[in-house]
């Protein structure tokens, strides 16, 4: 299914593959994430399924270079990712942001491009095209002078979003992007997911509506601290595998 | 009002109104960002320890050692507490209140052993109109500092204080700027120590940008609106001051809490009286 459906890797001989191998995550002494492996590419919407407490968040920072890994190693593109990437922008859950941060809409989008700026470079003409681009690209040209808090949950959503195009991010990082968004809300985010999965996109997506999911996503990773399965969404989804995800164990 | 023009402790202590005034009112602008204008109280009342110790170990009180105690307290106190936040387990509010009671706990301890009490007065409320050459060029020094490094590191600043984390994942050493701007706070806290002392020094240093955020939502408007609002609001009060007989420091400070309140009050945007209009 991935073959056809983006355009993408038609410009390139290989896929753009992100390649996840054992990856281990540690606070301290309580183990968030432990063998986690997996390979997707570009092109693919990507839903991180599991408890609370699973490591969705986790798995997210560790992809994004937040959390320090124990072992494991990610790769990109064939390269192994250390720190950071300018390729891939990370959007954490509605509650971590300050929506009344004296910020415009154009503004947030501005801070997306301080990766190609650099900490002092003014702003040039590509820089200012690729903020025009990314505003148009998610219509938000009529909302660009907004706060931030003037938004509704999905225009705010897709101000980080373009935010993450204004980066020229090929990878995007998504904490439950999907929380607190209404019916018609949510169904033009999933959309807009499609959409730019289809330009040739990566979208991962910490995610907990399992009703929804095969819809919104290609590909499915049920995580509870470790791989319960993954692959392509309507495989992933048994009753044998959702139970194995979300019943708690008693000893 | 003419004659007092022309004097030059006068002149002097516009010129470090000015200074001063722009410098927190710029700086400002990081604390209204950070929200956390009352960990620059707690900051503020940590220099009135370190001036104490200044004096128990050189034996004199000087402008110099005042500075010198009071910018190691704060540094002390205001980087300490960020390096005990980063275990996740004590917030960073909670690690200042418990490291500047201690310091001023101690500073209190101290006080019968020092033979210069009275003078300590001074630094509680400032005395700008007192103010030497040597202090006018400390404030435009610190001043400096300030302002550049602010302007120069705006944009690691600003994406650290919108979220920590977004940052990050652009590249940007977060703990750094962390430690940056608690440098930056108190070397701006001592710089306005000759002007409003320690206790007003909150004033100068939250005001300006509370009062530029209340009128608009650009943010580059809140360094630089706040810069001048500080700088102007600060001369304006010597002014006033001198003209109804009122000590400058505190003038300064009662003139932006009413700056801020007329904002409050009838700003376009966020003002009190306009909000039911709307």
């Not at chain 1, 992100?18 to 570009?42: G, H, M, P, Q």
């Not at chain 1, 910020?103 to 190609?116: K, S």
């Not at chain 1, 025009?132 to 938000?140: F, H, R, V, Y």
Request: aromatic share 10%; proline share 4%.
């Amino acid at each position: 299914m991935t073959e056809t459906h983006h355009n993408c890797c038609a410009h390139h001989t290989h896929h753009h593959e992100l390649v996840i191998d054992s990856l281990c995550v540690r606070y301290r002494k309580v183990t968030a994430l432990e063998d986690v492996s997996l390979a997707t590419s570009c092109g693919n919407r990507v839903a991180l399924i599991g408890p609370n407490g699973a490591g969705k968040s986790t798995l997210l920072k560790a992809i994004a270079g937040l959390v320090p890994r124990v072992s494991g190693t990610i790769r990109w593109r064939g390269t192994t990712v250390r720190k950071w990437s300018g390729e891939f922008a990370y959007l954490p859950q509605r509650e971590e942001i300050d929506w009344s941060f004296p910020i415009t809409v154009r503004g947030l989008v501005e801070m997306g491009r301080y990766p190609q700026t650099g900490w002092w470079r003014p702003f040039s003409d590509d820089d200012s095209q690729a903020v025009d681009g990314a505003l148009a690209s998610l219509n938000l040209e009529d909302l660009q002078h907004r706060q931030i808090r003037e938004l509704s949950g999905g225009q705010q959503q897709r101000a980080f979003l373009a935010r993450a195009l204004a980066q020229q991010a090929h990878v995007l990082l998504l904490d439950e992007p999907f929380t607190g968004l209404d019916r018609n809300a949510a169904q033009s985010l999933g959309d807009l997911l499609a959409r730019l999965a289809l330009e040739g996109r990566l979208v991962i997506a910490s995610h907990h509506d399992l009703r929804t999911a095969t819809d919104l996503f290609d590909e499915i990773l049920l995580l509870k601290t470790r791989t319960i399965a993954f692959g392509p969404a309507r495989e992933v989804v048994t009753p044998e595998s959702i139970e194995a995800t979300f019943t708690t164990s008693h000893a | 009002m003419n004659e007092l023009l022309h004097s030059p402790f006068f002149q002097r202590a516009l010129a470090a109104a000015a200074f001063i005034g722009f410098a927190n009112g710029f700086f400002s602008g990081f604390i209204i960002l950070r929200r956390t204008a009352l960990s620059v109280s707690a900051l503020s009342h940590t220099m009135l320890p370190g001036i104490a110790f200044g004096i128990l170990f050189t034996g004199t009180l000087t402008h110099w050692n005042a500075f010198v105690g009071a910018l190691f307290a704060t540094l002390f106190v205001g980087l300490g507490s960020v390096a005990v936040a980063r275990g996740n387990r004590v917030a960073q509010g909670t690690a200042l209140a418990v490291l500047y009671t201690a310091a001023f706990a101690a500073g209190v301890a101290i006080l019968p052993y020092l033979h210069t009490r009275q003078e300590l007065e001074h630094w509680l409320f400032g005395d700008i109109s007192a103010i030497g050459n040597a202090d006018l060029w400390i404030a435009f020094g610190i001043g400096s500092i300030t302002v550049i490094t602010g302007n120069l590191l705006m944009r690691p600043i600003l994406l650290t204080l919108f979220e920590p984390n977004i940052a990050a994942a652009q590249g940007v050493p977060v703990r750094f700027v962390q430690y940056l701007l608690f440098t930056l706070l108190a070397l701006s806290l001592v710089g306005s120590l000759q002007a409003v002392g320690c206790v007003l020094s909150v004033g100068l240093l939250v005001a300006p940008a509370a009062t530029i955020s209340l009128l608009t939502d650009k943010t580059s408007a809140l360094f630089w609106g706040g810069g001048f609002l500080g700088a102007f609001g600060s001369v304006g009060a010597v002014l006033l001051s001198a003209r109804f007989g009122i000590a400058p420091g505190p003038g300064i400070v009662i003139l932006l809490g009413v700056i801020f309140v007329a904002a409050y009050l009838f700003s376009p945007k966020y003002g009190l009286l306009f909000r039911k209009s709307r």
